[in-house]
């Protein structure tokens, strides 16, 4: 191993985030230099909530990075002071007693679908804690390696940001829905769920031909938006109610009671059939 472990996969994280589409909000970074190595913390925000990334420049200038919700920022933090006191234990380097794959401790931690794996390793060039991020569902792995001289210095940066911006991270939901889309006619309607500093929405855009338009639903509003929703579709399911029979027209047998303001000697025929065109129209206008 030529180098202290750092590896030069980590354009490919950072490509898994950018090739969805998703808003990236920087929101602090901190720079260390350790030894030969540039290390760039920055805590960033998409839809999906807040997360770290952690880029390693190297005295090539070659980069690698790996990303961190702040949940298991929080627990790689933890790790780093046990890895600092175990590396504090260990006499100097003697090549005699090293072992056949370099490592001195090692553990891992699992965050969704997400691996990652600590590795306290020695070569040549010294000792070093290499920070391996694997998918499961495959992919290539990226990996950051730390000199085992700056892991306290590191934690020390890691710390800062958590105290700043774990604060609020219950508020954030790191797993939201995917969003949907809808072909009607000749329109598109894109249904995205997201989030902010004031909590997650709904973004309902419609498009045509150059044409957008869009409103945004906070969740708390969702329920009674579906239940208005919901109620329109019943409403206009259920068939027009059938309108009445216009009273008989014959003279035979009676339909009913006849009008009470007739005068002697009028038509018999005619006033039914005022008194018809009367209920027809006020039928109409009900």
């Known amino acids: 191993m030529s180098d202290l472990g750092s590896g030069d996969e980590g354009s490919n994280s950072q490509s898994k985030y950018g090739q969805q589409g998703q808003v990236e909000q920087e929101l602090a970074t901190k720079m260390l230099q350790i030894q030969s190595k540039r290390f760039y913390l920055d805590v960033k925000q998409n839809r999906r909530g807040r997360f770290i990334k952690v880029a390693e420049i190297g005295a090539d200038g070659r980069r690698s990075q790996i990303f961190l919700a702040l949940s298991t920022a929080a627990e790689f933090r933890d790790h780093l002071s046990a890895f600092s006191d175990f590396y ?3 006499g100097p380097p003697n090549p005699d007693n090293v072992p056949e794959d370099g490592k001195l401790k090692s553990e891992m931690m699992i965050k969704e679908n997400r691996r990652y794996y600590l590795d306290l390793k020695e070569n040549s060039r010294g000792r070093f804690l290499r920070v391996s991020q694997t998918i499961t569902r495959g992919g290539p792995r990226s990996q950051v390696a730390i000199p085992a001289q ?3 210095e590191f934690r020390d940066a890691l710390t800062d940001l958590l105290d700043e911006f774990s604060a609020d991270e219950h508020a954030y939901k790191p797993d939201l829905p995917e969003g949907r889309h809808m072909h009607v006619d000749n329109k598109n309607f894109y249904f995205d769920i997201g989030q902010n500093n004031r909590g997650v929405y709904m973004r309902i855009s419609e498009v045509k031909t150059n044409f957008r338009t869009a409103i945004t639903v906070p969740e708390k ?9 919901a109620d329109y579709c019943d409403k206009i399911k259920q068939p027009q109610q059938q309108q009445p029979p216009p009273p008989s027209m014959g ?8 009008p009470t303001n007739q005068q002697p000697g009028q038509d018999q025929m005619q006033h039914p059939l005022v008194g018809n065109t009367m209920q027809d129209t006020g039928t109409t206008l009900k």
Do not use: A, Y
Request: aromatic share 8%; proline share 9%; no cysteine.
């Open 251 to 258: 003279g035979g047998g009676g339909g009913g009671p006849q």
């Open 221 to 229: 509003s969702w329920p009674r938006f579906r239940d208005i929703m």
């Open 88 to 90: 504090s234990s260990l």
């Open 150 to 152: 700056g892991m306290i």
